[in-house]
């Protein structure tokens, strides 16, 4: 991943982040992984992982325990259709890497929360205080072409104003995945968007025969 805007840094992020979904594929020894992470780590880079990605966590686990001098600074998925499954999320992922506060929470607010979001709603009320209290630092607002609709009344009523630091979406030569209304309002207020899959996610062909993806 990679942040795409030169007008709009976020600055507190590394130009480029390690994904770490193939931490979790058994197709590589975990010995292969293990370095893999522990590469990407002294580098410097952020790390970007979740809990959908099964072991990915149990590997930086056990880089982490090495040398919690050396723990990277982490984007965490968090989603969840109420605000108490969206704070079990984070506090489960915090404690199987064993850390008390996460850098960024990547919000995945596909459904009801995502309404509450571009509504004002009790979502909102629950995401400062977990940045109040440090546990998390930023958030980062996941938008796909249909989550775009709420994204854009979040982005215009000024509910994510202080609080989303930026929109995160697939960006790369084949993939602009937010609607093009989105798109126009977030270079028109010059808004901060990290992109995710940079270099693609998937063969070309493929990406071409799934509707939506392209």
């Given amino acids: 991943m990679s942040i795409p805007s030169a007008k709009a840094p976020l600055e507190f992020l590394s130009r480029y982040i390690y994904g770490t979904t193939r931490l979790d594929h058994d197709d590589n020894p975990l010995e292969t992984r293990l370095a893999m992470a522990r590469t990407a780590r002294d580098t410097g880079a952020w790390f970007h992982s979740s809990d959908q990605y099964d072991h990915a966590l149990d590997v930086l686990r056990t880089i982490f325990d090495e040398d919690r001098s050396k723990v990277p600074q982490l984007i965490f998925k968090a989603g969840g259709d109420t605000s108490a499954s969206f704070q079990l999320k984070i506090d489960d992922q915090l404690n ?3 850390l008390s506060h ?21 979502i909102v009320e629950t995401l400062h205080p977990l940045r109040a209290s440090g546990k ?12 775009s609709s709420a994204s854009l009344r979040a982005l215009e009523s000024g509910h ?5 630091s930026g929109m995160i979406f697939y960006l790369n030569p084949l993939q602009r995945f937010v609607s093009n209304p989105l798109w126009d309002a977030l270079h028109a207020k010059n808004f901060p968007v990290v992109g995710m899959r940079t270099v693609c996610g998937a ?7 799934q509707p939506g993806a392209a």
Wanted: proline content about 8%; hydrophobic content about 45%.
């Fill in 96 to 98: 199987r890497v064993g």
């Fill in 102 to 122: 996460l850098s960024v929470a990547q919000l995945c607010f596909g459904g009801p929360l995502g309404e509450e979001l571009a509504a004002g709603g009790p």
């Fill in 136 to 147: 998390v630092g930023h958030y980062l607002l996941q938008v796909f072409p249909w989550t």
């Fill in 160 to 164: 994510r104003d202080g609080l989303v």
């Fill in 203 to 209: 063969p070309v062909h493929a990406l071409r025969e």
